[in-house]
């Protein structure tokens, strides 16, 4: 009976230990993103692009990066490019439409300042982009 106990406090606690390394992994994907994101926009508006088109570019980089590195580094997962790759898009829509609607909220229903409404936009569209990559683009393999 205390064998199994142990046992199953191990498995929580390797559980847990597993969650805490995928999300520092995720937060420095991010860091990786954002800067290099930053990079290409700034790069791109003194080649003499406009804004519109640089930010653009730098997320479209910041895509695709993202989704390379959330695939070999953050979840290290061996599935196929193409299934996550249609689910990682999904999820990256249903996290910035949230994250817009978030934003939209926050500066009209509540009245919060424009900065305070895009820190918790951009908090949401983390919070969901993390837990909707971590189970539904990487999770476990699924067969139909």
């Known amino acids: 009976m205390v064998y199994k106990q142990v046992i199953y406090f191990r498995n929580k606690k390797s559980d ?6 995928y999300l520092t992994r995720y937060a420095g994907n991010g860091l ?10 700034f790069s791109a508006m ?3 692009f ?3 088109i640089s930010n653009i570019s730098g997320y479209v980089a910041g895509f695709t990066l993202g989704f390379v590195l ?12 193409v299934p ?4 990682y898009l999904f999820a990256f829509i249903f996290s910035f439409i949230s994250n817009l609607l978030v934003l939209r909220l926050a ?7 424009v900065v305070t409404s895009q820190v918790l936009a951009a908090m949401a569209y983390t919070l969901l982009m993390y837990i909707m990559t971590r ?7 699924r067969e139909i």
Do not use: D
């Open 16 to 21: 847990w230990m597993r969650e805490v390394a």
């Open 32 to 41: 990786i993103n954002t800067f290099i994101g930053l990079i290409i926009i």
């Open 46 to 48: 003194a080649m003499g």
């Open 50 to 52: 406009s804004p519109i």
């Open 70 to 81: 959330s695939k070999k580094f953050v979840f290290r997962s061996n599935g196929h490019i």
């Open 84 to 87: 996550e790759s249609v689910r």
């Open 107 to 113: 500066m009209i229903y509540f009245e919060f300042h």
């Open 135 to 141: 189970f539904f683009v990487f999770g476990p393999t």
